[in-house]
Structures are given as structure tokens and as C-alpha cells.
């Protein structure tokens, strides 16, 4: 499997723009999260979905955050407009199962920087 | 609302050394806990999970234990290398998803 695939790896926008991230989760998990990290808060959970259904999304910062599941296989994550304040490490995961007992897996996270 | 506290933030050992990593938790109600692997600018590879009605997991070099009542789990690696150096966290999940600690920082120094 190739694992959690998130794109881009690496986004430089500036200040007011629309950032759109994506995301693939390894095929057949049915659960899917999105996170933040910065080196000041470390990792935050930002919202988490199972079966494409958002169950909590209390770690989204603001409303300038939105997350979407349109399907199993595909999740994004806009901020509109974004700031500088966004510019962080953003990771997706993937486990099978929500509120269970298994291992969640990390995608290689998209690195923004909001200028 | 749950904490995870790692000590030490930082740890520099001389290769070959066996070492311990620690994490605490405030809320000792949880479903696991996972430990995990990150390397500069890379993202989190799990190393070990353990299911809150076990004690410990092992993996090769690295041997987690767990204590739930006490809110202490413990990442044991032995016989250290330099390629063991990496930030290593811990991250627990109770009734909200993984709540996770800052990491430890390890250094192996060759």
C-alpha cells in the first residue's frame, strides 16, 4: 500500500489567498483526521471524519478552516483567507475504525507558509 | 480535558546506550497508547501501541510498558544507534482522538 497520501508537499501562498490541502487515506481505513503542528502548540487535532461523516471539528481554529469528505478515498482541508498565523505543518492520518482501538497512520504532512 | 507531558524535551547519549523516554497523562481513561517516530521535516512513523488492558509491547530494540492507573507509560530503547536519533512522541486516545505530547528531541552521538 502506499500509505496516506497528502499534496502538495510544500505550499507558499500569501496573505489572503485560498489554500486548499489533500489528502488519501490508505485504502479501506475508515477513518480520517487532520492535524496542525507548529514548534510553539507541537501536533493539534484539527477535525476528524468516519465514514466521510465529521464527527468533531472543536480543534478547527476558526471559520476560515473547512474540511471535506466527499468520498472514502479523498478529504481536503481550505483555509479562506489565510494568514500568516496559519503557517504551520499539517499531517492527515488514517486508522480503520473510529472509536476503536487501532493504529493511526501519518502522511508525509504539507509544510505551509503564509506570507 | 486530557494533557500528555514528555521529560526529558531533549536527551543527548552516547551510542550503544540503553535509554528511557517518558510520558505522563493526566486522564487515565484510555482506549491506547502509541508511540511515535518523527524525523526532521518527515512526518510520524508508529512504532509501538499499546491497548489499555496490556502492560507493554516490543518491537525489536524498543519495549513500551504502560501504566494506566499511574497515567505513565515508558519507550525503552536498547543498545542505541545514531540512526535512532529522532523526536520521539507519545500520544494517548480516550474518548476524544490521539491527544499528544511535545516529544522528546534524542540525540545518539557516535
Known amino acids: 500500500d502506499a500509505g496516506v497520501i497528502q499534496s502538495p508537499r510544500h505550499e507558499v501562498t500569501e496573505m489572503g489567498q485560498e489554500v486548499t490541502l489533500r489528502c488519501k487515506p490508505i485504502?479501506?481505513?475508515?477513518?480520517l483526521f487532520w492535524y496542525r503542528q507548529t514548534m510553539m502548540r507541537g501536533l493539534e487535532l484539527l477535525i476528524y471524519f468516519n465514514n466521510n461523516v465529521p464527527i468533531d471539528d472543536s480543534g478547527m481554529p476558526e471559520d476560515r478552516f473547512s474540511a471535506k469528505m466527499p468520498n472514502a478515498s479523498f478529504s481536503t482541508l481550505k483555509i479562506q483567507p489565510s494568514e500568516p498565523r496559519d503557517s504551520a505543518v499539517y499531517f492527515c492520518a488514517s486508522s480503520l475504525g473510529g472509536q476503536t482501538y487501532n493504529e493511526q497512520f501519518f502522511g508525509p504532512g504539507t509544510r505551509l507558509t503564509v506570507l | 480535558k486530557q494533557e500528555v507531558t514528555q521529560i526529558p524535551a531533549a536527551l543527548s547519549v552516547p551510542e550503544g546506550e540503553n535509554l528511557v523516554l517518558n510520558c505522563s497523562f493526566t486522564?487515565?481513561?484510555?482506549?491506547?497508547l502509541q508511540w511515535f517516530r518523527q524525523d526532521p521535516g518527515k512526518g510520524l512513523t508508529s512504532l509501538l501501541l499499546i491497548q489499555s488492558s496490556q502492560r507493554e509491547q516490543t518491537s525489536g530494540r524498543l519495549n513500551a510498558s504502560l501504566d494506566k492507573s499511574s497515567g505513565r507509560s515508558t519507550l525503552y530503547i536498547a543498545a542505541s544507534q545514531p540512526g535512532d536519533s529522532a523526536t520521539y512522541l507519545c500520544?494517548?486516545?480516550?474518548?476524544?482522538?490521539?491527544?499528544f505530547g511535545k516529544g522528546t528531541r534524542l540525540s545518539v552521538i557516535a
Open positions: 500520544a494517548v486516545r480516550g474518548n476524544t482522538p490521539l491527544v
Open positions: 486522564d487515565s481513561a484510555i482506549y491506547n
Open positions: 485504502s479501506g481505513h475508515n477513518s
